[in-house]
């Protein structure tokens, strides 16, 4: 985990003392199973409850003895807990416990990612009210199509933010599910019942089929699903990255007083916030590879998948969680330029309106084939033309003055038709 990328709250759920936490938690989740079967005496549980514990330094001296961490994570529990000890971690094997204890990592986790993603939802739809009526001209390919409005724009933002929260929703059962199997997983030296009454007591549901380790096909899911939600945050980055450009202006990243855009060139003022989310979506993008190929282990356990997910697991958590915190700022402190849209839309007298001149010399009797000639000749004699004016070269025009009075074309101008049924939109979000 890198620390400038990392927020206190999910660096804290994947710290060694968090992780060696959930083990414990495991641990004694079992030990109150097996003391409810009546497996463990009261006065041993007890024990157990009041002195197990640990320190994350003393377990990696054992491991550098025993070079394995479970082992070495009993060892140092035992030395609390005394002759109490031998009833812990009976019946179980180690990818009990990594497992389980994981599989508590990556609920909280996906618990925090719901938080960030509810305000990043708030703060789009906010915006998004405010500018239903804001108009400004699309663009497919890059280039000027017809005009929109960024409250239009805000409302695929806010969809998709939806759609991403009921993702995560649907995550956060995938990935609650523990196991309490023993080797091989067939439950041969300890009861189902155990690993359903641990599971309980965890907030977790039984793995429907698990071999000595949980398939990992649940967490190539979960780095898949942030990639993803990563992805929708880059899509909207790289739009206001666009929209910032000197030459649109239409939007804009706040600016702090006292920040500085550029060692050399004190006028910049640059998209960083944004650039930064579009080049961590890529960093959750490269480990979706490396989860999947995670997925294949050898026969019914290998540890292949053990050294990814150290890395994998961590980083993928607090970057996401980074990224929706970063651009729930980005959207609220966003400073919008309606002047600038409206300027960059009538640009060339409004060659956007293109297809509302077509559709009317069709109405009133010309060919499809014969206006599309006449608009398509009046629009690029004004397209890069400095001073050229669609509308001017269109009033001059005797084909087009003959059918359309000054009325009639005036209307093809307007942004009115572009809002008219944008109401189902609205109505569909409850904007």
């Given at each position: ?15 060694d ?30 024990q ?33 807990v ?62 000027h199509g ?29 990935v ?30 039984p793995?429907?089929?698990?071999t ?65 989310i ?154």
């Amino acid at each position: 985990m890198i620390e400038r990328y990392t927020l206190p709250e999910m660096g804290e759920i994947w710290t060694d003392r968090a992780k060696y936490q959930s083990w414990l938690d495991v641990e004694i989740a079992a030990c109150e199973a097996n003391c409810q079967l009546g497996k463990i005496p009261e006065a041993e549980m007890q024990q157990i409850r009041e002195r197990a514990t640990f320190e994350p330094q003393r377990i990696l001296e054992i491991e550098a003895e025993v070079r394995h961490d479970v082992i070495a994570f009993l060892t140092n529990v035992n030395e609390h807990v005394g002759d109490a000890g031998r009833y812990i971690h009976v019946g179980m094997t180690s990818s009990d416990v990594l497992d389980t204890g994981l599989a508590l990592q990556l609920k909280n986790s996906v618990a925090l990612l719901q938080q960030e993603l509810g305000s990043l939802q708030e703060a789009i739809r906010s915006l998004a009210v405010e500018h239903k009526g804001t108009v400004m001209i699309g663009r497919s390919h890059a280039i000027h199509g017809e005009p929109i409005t960024f409250g239009f724009k805000l409302a695929g933002w806010l969809a998709e933010t939806m759609r991403n929260a009921e993702r995560l929703e649907r995550l956060e059962r995938d990935v609650a599910v523990g196991q309490i199997s023993g080797a091989m997983g067939t439950y041969a030296n300890t009861d189902p019942k155990v690993e359903q009454l641990t599971c309980e007591r965890l907030c977790l549901i039984p793995d429907t089929a698990s071999t000595q380790v949980i398939s990992r096909d649940r967490h190539a899911d979960y780095v898949q699903t942030l990639a993803l939600v990563g992805a929708s945050l880059d899509r909207f980055a790289t739009e206001i990255r666009n929209l910032q450009r000197t030459d649109v202006l239409e939007v804009e990243e706040s600016f702090a007083k006292g920040q500085k855009g550029s060692s050399a060139m004190p006028h910049k003022r640059n998209p960083i916030r944004a650039e930064r989310i579009s080049g961590l979506a890529r960093v959750l993008r490269s480990y979706v590879v490396a989860a999947l190929e995670n997925v294949a282990l050898w026969h019914e356990r290998d540890i292949s998948h053990s050294s990814t997910e150290r890395m994998m697991l961590p980083d993928c958590s607090v970057t996401l969680h980074f990224m929706l915190r970063e651009m729930t700022q980005v959207v609220q402190g966003l400073g919008i330029y309606p002047a600038n849209m409206r300027r960059n839309m009538n640009i060339y007298g409004g060659v956007v309106f293109s297809q509302r001149v077509l559709l009317a010399l069709v109405e009133n009797g010309m060919s499809r084939e014969d206006a599309y000639s006449v608009v398509q000749r009046n629009a690029h004699a004004a397209w890069n033309t400095e001073g050229g004016n669609f509308r001017a070269n269109l009033e001059a025009d005797p084909e087009v003055s003959t059918l359309l009075n000054a009325k009639a074309l005036a209307e093809c101008f307007s942004t009115e038709l572009h809002q008219a049924n944008l109401d189902v939109i609205w109505q569909r979000l409850g904007l």
